[in-house]
């Protein structure tokens, strides 16, 4: 037998690695060459890019910008490259992009939706952004759901006012009932007043309010909406309302109160069942059936609600893959400091589920704002529903991939922004091991 | 468990039990569904006690002290913790838990929320400190438990030791009348068992009420003024430590201990 012990007198000092494993050289044979079969495939992955830029990219820049039609197009391209296959017609966009960003919208008022989205987006910085931005933008923030509808159908300015009215009152409400009576009553007999109020005295008081004082801008009808603006504006709306709507849903799924959970596990599954197409129906279609003739029920605020259901369905589930992710022990952990149920929700629960579900979320978010080009279906001119349009004129007929690869980049942009800004978040907010 | 030399003297000056109750538990029972988890448990706490609960796992003592706090409800008999009856009275249950803090196994800090704000949070929504009081008294307590310097990291980036400490910090902020301790070395390697049995020993000389349940015996036999063991649910020895490790009465203590103890 050997002697088995054993002192160490001094450590090891830390040695630099060999260049083989670090440095360019290191990395191209750990992610490129790292051994026969990845070989092969990095240079048939090389090979396979090559041949769809070298496809793509002179159709994109080999291209005609300026022309009247596709006739015409044609011949410059024929003139210029003795051949109309492999080269873009640009023109068409050129010519029409105007109507594909604003639809009909009347030209005049083109600056209303361009503020609109200037001060939407300075509305999400504080939100986005929270720690770079000062927080009294949050005003503005408030402010929004209110500024959008003015700004982008216009009319009188007393019908936002009135509808901000109608929160205020059911906060005032629910403040002095809770204090008077109970928590629970408050919150009812607020959400009573505010509904009344928007139901029944609103009407009365914008009338009276605008013979009055009659402050507005010029009117726009919902017909005139259109183009990307239009996706813009239900994905907006749709992502802002279903977020709220749908952490209810997903607590409500979780309560113990049986009847408020089988009413949230009912709305869930009969939206998630029905395809959204078959809810546009029924927005365009059947609602008509059932409300009193005569009702005037703006058509993009029946998709706009269609729309913000469905996403929340989908977001209340994803909302509850996150609450089952957090464990038991943050809830005792709450629940043993003395905050109760909301506290804990508030500040302890919903931040760490919400984080959780971010890439869920923002899934979501993607797949609503995409699902707005379905609108082109109830004949809504949205952006899909402008390039027919647009074919069916003599001069661009026949004209499709320059069309759909504008849409696809206008969703693209905003698309990969989402997921960008996701990933910046689930960074911000890591708070393991660095 | 091995039993962890504790290496210090300690002040008993202060570890005056008085006559006031703090805890009276009467014909209490709880089941899980079917299963009878605890049987007619009846315990009187006084003002200044520090109590071990030990029993082998699955005993019902984690229960016990977790009913202390309604995490767990029981179906019979009555608890009143200083003074107030725990009932189903949410009112009553969030006053209870904002006097009694509590410790647990795998700490359950909030990791989203920074050392200080952990520490902060239920001072300033329950009992409506101001901010700079509350982090004032935050930061008196993470000295207190000796890692004032970590106030600004987030629980993942401290060791299992100082995250415990933290919990124990963050449960004196909110001022309790008394401490529940649910295993709180459990999860941690022995080295750092050590430092969070320091502070809960520095607690204890104190004066402040605390009921744990541990498998520290070192802890049970210098810190505590009484130990109980449970078994099946039940209360079956209690005794001063000192009689209760030398001179044990009942078989099944007997066994117990010969087992934790390595004899």
Known sequence: ?434 | MSELAIDRQIDRSKMQVSDEVAIEINNMNKWYGAFHVLRDINLTVNQGERIVIAGPSGSGKSTLIRCLNALEEHQQGTIMVDGTELSNDLKNIDKIRSEVGMVFQHFNLFPHLTILENCTLAPIWVRKTPRKEAEERAMHFLEKVKIPEQADKYPGQLSGGQQQRVAIARSLCMMPRIMLFDEPTSALDPEMIKEVLDTMIELAEEGMTMLCVTHEMGFARQVANRVIFMDAGQIVEQNEPEEFFNNPQSERTKLFLSQILGH
């Open chain 1, 1 to 434: 037998m050997s002697d088995v012990s054993f002192v160490r007198t001094e450590m090891l000092p830390e040695q630099a690695p060999p260049a083989s494993e670090v440095g360019p050289i290191g990395w191209i044979r750990h992610n490129l060459f790292s051994g026969w079969f990845n070989s092969i495939l990095t240079l048939v992955s090389l090979y396979a890019i090559y041949y769809v830029l070298s496809g793509v990219l002179p159709w994109t820049f080999q291209s005609v910008w300026n022309a009247d039609s596709l006739n015409q197009c044609r011949e410059i391209m024929m003139a210029k490259w003795g051949s109309t296959h492999g080269h873009a017609c640009w023109a068409v966009i050129n010519d029409r992009w105007l109507q594909l960003l604003f639809g009909f919208y009347p030209s005049h008022l083109y600056w209303r939706p361009i503020l609109a989205l200037v001060l939407l987006l300075i509305a999400l910085a504080p939100v986005l952004y929270s720690e770079r931005v000062p927080t009294k933008l949050l005003i503005l923030t408030a402010a929004y759901p209110f500024l959008l509808p003015f700004l982008m159908w216009g009319g009188t300015i007393w019908g936002p006012i009135s509808a901000a009215l109608g929160f205020v009152i059911g906060w005032g409400v629910y403040t002095v009932a809770s204090k008077q009576i109970s928590g629970l009553i408050g919150i009812i007999l607020g959400v009573v007043a505010s509904i009344i109020w928007w139901l029944v005295l609103s009407s009365y008081f914008v009338g009276a309010m605008d013979s009055i004082l009659p402050i507005g801008i010029e009117a726009v009808q919902s017909r005139q909406f259109g183009g990307f603006m239009l996706a813009i504006l239900l994905g907006v709306v749709a992502i802002g309302v279903s977020l709220p709507i749908g952490i209810v849903l997903a607590l409500g799924r979780q309560s113990d109160l049986l009847i408020v959970k089988y009413l949230c596990v009912g709305f869930i599954e009969f939206i998630r069942g029905v395809p959204l197409i078959t809810l546009l129906f029924v927005a365009s279609l059947l609602l008509n059936l059932f409300l009193p003739p005569g009702t005037n029920f703006d058509i993009i605020l029946r998709v706009m609600i269609m729309m913000t259901l469905f996403s929340a369905a989908y977001m209340a589930e994803v909302i509850r893959g996150g609450l089952a992710a957090l464990p038991r022990g943050q809830y005792e952990g709450a629940d043993s400091l003395g905050l109760n149920y909301w506290q804990a929700q508030r500040l302890i629960i919903m931040p760490q589920a919400l984080k959780i579900s971010i890439p869920g979320i923002v899934s979501t978010f993607i797949g609503i704002f995409k699902d707005t080009v379905l609108v082109s279906i109830i004949g809504l001119f949205d952006v899909i529903g402008l390039a027919s349009a647009i074919r069916a004129d003599t001069a661009w007929n026949g004209i499709y991939w320059e069309l759909f690869a504008f849409i696809g980049a206008l969703f693209f942009v905003v698309c990969f922004s989402m997921s960008r800004y996701s990933m910046y978040l689930e960074r911000k907010l890591q708070t393991g091991h660095h």
